[in-house]
C-alpha cells in the first residue's frame, strides 16, 4: 500500500453509534476518516474517536449539501470517498477503489446501489437506476445547493465502478416514513424559498402522478407488495410536501 | 328552583402541563373535579393541584379501567368526562348546568368539531356521550373506551372544543402509531393484509372522509384530514404484514 494514493474518507453522523464501528472498519482502505456529527445525542463522537484514523468535527445541521460540503472541506486528501453509514462496503468494492486509484482515468466514480426494503432487495420501482457518487477528486466535485437529494457536480469525465452497494436504509418502517417526512418538509421550505405557490393541481394531481409513476412506468408492480408500499409511502410523501408548503405560507405548523 | 343534582369532573391526564390548565379553568363551575393521573412525569401535578378536589396515580393499561377507577370516586350525582385538551366553553356551562337543573336523560352526548390548522372542520364532528348520571355508567371496549349509561340519551347542542391539532408532523406520528396498535390486534384475530386491504380500505376511507362526510368543504384541511385518515388505514395494513413477518 505503499504507492497508494491518498484517500480521504469522509462522512456526516447523527446518532449513529450502532452503526458506526463497523461502518468505519469497512473503511480500512482510507487514510483518514472525517466525521462530522451534527450534534448527536447518543455516543456516535465517543464510538467514532475510538478509531484511530478518524477526525471528528461537528456542525449544526442544516441542509444535506451544506453538512457534505463542510465535511469535505476538513479533508486532507484530494481523493474522498464519501459513503452513507447504512451503505455496505464490501471488500470487492473497497479493492476496486485502491485499484481504480492507482490509475483514474475519471475525477469522479459512480457506484451503482442495491436498495433493501422490509428485508428484501427492491429490483424495480425506480430503484434500478440508482446510481451515485461515492469516489472522487475534490477539486472538481461538490455537491450542489439543494436542500434534500442533493447532488455531487463532477467537472470532468466520471465513470461508473463495477462492484454494486447494497444499502440498507430499512431499520424499520417508523424510521423509513420518518426519513420521508423529513425530506418533505425539507422541500416544502425549498419550493417555498423559491417562491413556489401550492396549487390544487399540487394537491389532486401531484400524488396520483407519483404513485402511477413508480408503481407502472418504473415497474414497481414487479417488486410485489414492497413496491405497492414504496409507491403509496412516496406518494403520501410527495401530497404531505404541497401541505407543508400550504402550511409555511399560513404560518401554521 | 330545587337543588340541582351535583357534577363531578373527570380528567384522565399523563404529561398534559402545556393544556390542562385551561382544561380545569374551563370546569371550575362543577362540584368536584377529580383528576385521575398515570404518573405524569412534567409539571401537570403541580399545575392542576390548586384547581382540584382529589388526585388518584393510576398505572395506565387502557382508557377504560382509568376512567371506572375514578368514577368510583365521584361524589356528584352526574359526572362529566374530559381530556386535558378539551375546552368547555361558556355557553356549554350554561346549557349543562341548566339541563342539570331539570335533566329529562341519563346521559348527553356532546358535539366535537374537530380542531385542524387552526380551526375547525365542521365537515369533521362527532356527537360523544360525556355526561351521564353516575348511577350505573361504566366505560366499556379497550381501545375506543365506551361511555354506557343507564337510560335515555340526548345531545346537547353547544360544542366542546378540543384541541388534539399540534402540528402536522405529529398528527401523522400520532396516526402511525395508533396504526400499530391496530394492526396487533388484527394480527390477534388471525388476519393477513391481501391485495384488497392494500387497495381499497384506504380509497374507501379516504371517500369516506373526503365526500361522505363533508371534508372536500373545509379546503385544504379537510383533504389532508382525509389523506392522513387513508394513509393510516394503509399503515395499518403495511404494519398487519410486518408482524407477519416478525419485522419492525
Known sequence: MKNQTKISAVIITLNEQKALPAFLESLWFAHEIIVLDS???????????ENKKVKV???????????????????????????????????????????TLKDPKAIAYYVKREFYFMGKKIKFSGLQNDHVIRLFNKN??????????????????????????????????????????????????????????????????RPWWRFANQYFFKLGILDGKRGFILAYVSAFSVFKRYVNLWLLYRNIK | MHKAPTLTVIIPTFNEEGYIQDALKSVAFADEIILIDSFSEDATISIAKPFVDNIIYRE?????????????????????????????????KK?????????????YKINFPHFYMNRFLYSHSDNVLRLVRKEGAYYQG?????????????????????????DLHSYITKKERYAWFQAKQLYAKGKRATWL?????????FFKSYIIKGGYKDGIPGLTVASVNAYGVFQRYVKLSLLHKSMK
Not at chain 2, 386491504?197 to 376511507?205: A, D, G, V
Request: hydrophobic content about 35%.
Open chain 1, 39 to 49: 450534534y448527536s445525542t447518543d455516543n456516535t463522537v465517543v464510538v467514532a474517536k
Open chain 1, 57 to 99: 468535527f461537528e456542525r449544526t445541521f442544516d441542509d444535506f449539501s451544506s453538512q457534505k460540503n463542510a465535511a469535505i472541506s476538513k479533508a486532507s486528501h484530494d481523493w474522498i470517498v464519501f459513503f452513507d453509514p447504512d451503505e455496505k462496503i464490501t471488500k470487492q468494492l473497497s479493492q476496486e477503489i485502491i485499484n
Open chain 1, 140 to 205: 472538481y466535485c461538490s455537491y450542489n445547493q439543494n436542500l434534500v437529494h442533493e447532488v455531487m457536480q463532477a467537472n470532468g469525465g466520471t465513470a461508473t465502478l463495477k462492484n454494486k452497494l447494497p444499502h440498507y436504509s430499512y431499520s424499520s418502517f417508523d424510521n423509513y416514513t420518518a426519513k420521508m417526512h423529513h425530506y418533505s418538509a425539507l422541500k416544502a421550505k425549498m419550493l417555498y424559498k423559491k417562491g413556489v405557490q401550492p396549487k390544487l393541481y399540487h394537491f389532486f394531481f
Open chain 2, 60 to 92: 395506565f393499561d387502557n382508557f377504560s379501567n382509568q376512567k371506572n377507577e375514578a368514577l368510583k370516586h365521584a361524589k356528584g350525582q352526574w359526572v362529566l368526562f374530559l381530556d386535558a385538551d378539551e375546552r368547555v366553553t361558556q355557553s356549554l
Open chain 2, 95 to 107: 346549557e349543562i348546568l341548566q339541563t342539570l337543573q331539570n335533566p329529562t336523560h341519563s346521559g
Open chain 2, 142 to 166: 379497550e381501545v375506543h373506551e365506551k361511555l354506557i349509561c343507564k337510560g335515555s340519551i340526548g345531545t346537547l347542542k353547544n360544542k366542546m372544543l378540543h384541541y388534539t391539532y399540534k
Open chain 2, 197 to 205: 386491504h392494500f387497495w381499497l380500505k384506504p380509497m374507501f376511507r
